[in-house]
């Protein structure tokens, strides 16, 4: 059973930069394939920006070239990867989620985090 720890989300103006954390525990083996999803009020959970295999990067079109997500690091059995946000707009607001799997891309299984909300004022 893999738990996952967000960190990071919070309240922030347009054009701010927010940078979002997350931790995975439990799994005996690295973990390939970590990202993030974001799901709006009223709207379906989506893919935001996910890594696999060490570098092969995905993004959702609305956030390429403000967003970033890095590499997954792995440190006493624990897995995290990192979410830069940028040039934040009122239309990133949403619950983020943090994913170890990504089997929207992979077919494989999904971990999810608890998710962690994200505010972004005009």
């Known amino acids: 059973q893999v738990s996952l720890e967000e960190s990071g989300g919070g309240l922030v103006q347009a054009g701010g930069s927010l940078r979002l954390s997350c931790a995975a525990s439990?799994?005996?083996?690295?973990?390939?394939?970590m990202g993030w999803y974001r799901q709006a009020p009223g709207k379906q959970r989506e893919l935001v920006a996910g890594?696999?295999?060490?570098?092969?990067?995905?993004?959702?079109d609305a956030v390429k070239g403000r967003f970033t997500i890095s590499t997954i690091s792995r440190d006493n059995a624990k897995d995290t990867v990192h979410l830069q946000m940028s040039n934040l707009i009122p239309e990133d607001t949403a619950v983020y989620y943090c994913?170890?799997?990504?089997?929207?891309?992979?077919?494989?299984?999904?971990?999810w985090g608890q998710g962690t909300q994200v505010t972004v004022s005009s």
């Open positions: 439990g799994s005996i083996f690295p973990i390939h394939a």
């Open positions: 994913n170890a799997g990504l089997g929207s891309l992979t077919g494989g299984d999904d971990d």
């Open positions: 890594i696999i295999n060490g570098g092969i990067t995905n993004y959702a």
